[in-house]
């Protein structure tokens, strides 16, 4: 099974900032990388795929870079609604599997 | 509107058989494989298994095979999860998802998600 390990566990930022967190794969994956936001008492939403692809009606300030095992999510100019947790997946192998999670929080 | 509403909280008892659905709409629910995913009591999330609604095709987190069915109902576009007898650990969120694309691998990203059900089982 691929593990994935995302970084930091949790992140302090202020509204305006640009913050990027990290996801790393067990193995290459090549850019079967996605990126979901979870609000809290809400649903995932699926932000990113396909490493960089941006998802219909996201906004342009999230993006997605990386290939193989190493991948990031970057958020420009945080606003209100950005502070949730952020889960990676992958796509590549059965089991899918989600990394663990990124709280991003206000400082 | 394209959705998927799901069945409403259920506490349940170790032992006891459950089966909780997810109704799609908005969509021909024939054409996308529809997923399960576990979110434990303040843990992360775990895909529990697909199927794609056209034949019946279902792929299980292989550490869950025999553990819990997952099934559909073409005529009503309903999925649904099922256990036989329920544990302790069992208690989470269930969220039934949507893969992104059409007639695709059950390889693939989530792009719907119902709105969870909450599972509590006593032991």
């Known amino acids: 099974d691929i593990q994935l390990t995302q970084s930091p566990s949790s992140l302090s930022a202020s509204l305006g900032d640009r913050v990027t967190m990290t996801c790393r794969a067990s193995?290459?994956?090549?850019?079967?990388l996605s990126w979901y936001q979870q609000r809290p008492g809400k649903a995932p939403n699926l932000l990113i795929f396909?490493?960089?692809s941006l998802q219909s009606g996201v906004s342009s300030r999230f993006s997605g870079s990386g290939s193989a095992t190493d991948f990031n999510l970057t958020i420009s100019s945080l606003q209100p609604e950005d502070f949730a947790i952020y889960y990676c997946?992958?796509?590549?192998?059965?089991?899918?599997?989600f990394g663990q999670g990124t709280r991003l929080e206000i400082k | 509107e394209v959705q998927l509403v799901q069945s409403g909280a259920e506490v349940k008892k170790a032992g006891e058989s459950l089966n909780i659905s997810c109704q799609a709409s908005?969509?021909?629910?024939?054409?996308?494989?529809i997923g399960w995913v576990r979110q434990m009591p303040g843990k992360g999330l775990e895909c529990m298994g697909v199927?794609?609604?056209?034949?019946?095709?279902?792929r299980y987190t292989p550490s869950l095979l025999g553990q819990v069915t997952i099934s559909a109902d073409r005529s009503i576009n309903t999925a649904y999860f099922q256990w036989d007898s329920l544990t302790a650990s069992d208690t989470a969120i269930y969220y039934c998802?949507?893969?992104?694309?059409?007639?695709?691998?059950?390889?693939?990203?989530?792009?719907?998600w119902g709105q969870g059900t909450m599972v509590t089982v006593s032991s």
């Open positions: 998802v949507r893969l992104r694309t059409k007639g695709g691998s059950y390889l693939d990203v989530f792009d719907l």
């Open positions: 908005g969509y021909t629910f024939n054409d996308f494989w």
């Open positions: 199927i794609y609604p056209g034949d019946s095709d279902t």
């Open positions: 193995q290459s994956i090549s850019s079967y």
């Open positions: 396909a490493a960089s």
């Open positions: 997946q992958q796509t590549y192998s059965n089991p899918i599997s």
